[in-house]
């Protein structure tokens, strides 16, 4: 966890040092279209997305379902494709209307990405110590309580990126 913690404040700081305040939220779009390594960089997010978006709209979909409490008698074949063209539905026209990306990149990387990243990984570290049958060594105690510490860290900067993204 904190290996992984240092290699992601290394990379970001380094991607900031590169281009300061003028970042753009899509990091990519900072670099000339010339570069090759960055449009082969552009491919890959793209094919990335393009073979993402399914397994992300079937999670959201049964997520949907669990929310509107469906029983399992009613999720028929018909019920499941109304909820998937719905969300498709809504999706598309929110893509549609959305002019800045990069905004909807900053504020959804600076609060739902922190949380995958920062707060979840953290709790389920202390919930696993807190739940092993042996009294945690000061070991797993220090690592618990610097998860914690990156937690916390991670809430500031991702809310500091909202703001700074809203602000802008």
């Known amino acids: ?15 900031y040092l590169t281009f300061g305040g003028n ?13 090759s ?20 709209l079937v999670g959201t979909r049964d997520a949907v379902l669990d929310i509107l409490a469906l029983p399992p008698d009613k999720q028929t074949s018909t019920n499941i494709n109304i909820v998937t063209l719905s969300l498709l539905t809504i999706i598309t026209l929110l893509a549609a209307v959305t002019r800045d990306l990069g905004m909807v990149n900053a504020v959804g990387g600076g609060s739902l990405a922190t949380l995958i990243v920062f707060v979840f990984p953290a709790l389920m570290f202390r919930a696993a110590i807190d739940q092993q049958a ?35």
């Open 1 to 15: 966890f904190g290996s992984s913690t240092v290699l992601y404040i290394l990379i970001m700081s380094f991607g």
């Open 23 to 35: 970042c753009d939220g899509y990091i990519l779009n900072n670099y000339s279209v010339q570069d």
């Open 37 to 56: 390594l960055m449009t082969i960089s552009r491919f890959f997010i793209a094919f990335s997305i393009l073979f993402t978006y399914p397994v992300v």
């Open 134 to 168: 042996t009294t945690p060594t000061h070991g797993q105690k220090l690592e618990v309580n610097f998860a914690m510490v990156l937690m916390v860290v991670g809430l500031i900067m991702g809310a500091i990126g909202v703001i700074v993204e809203i602000m802008r």
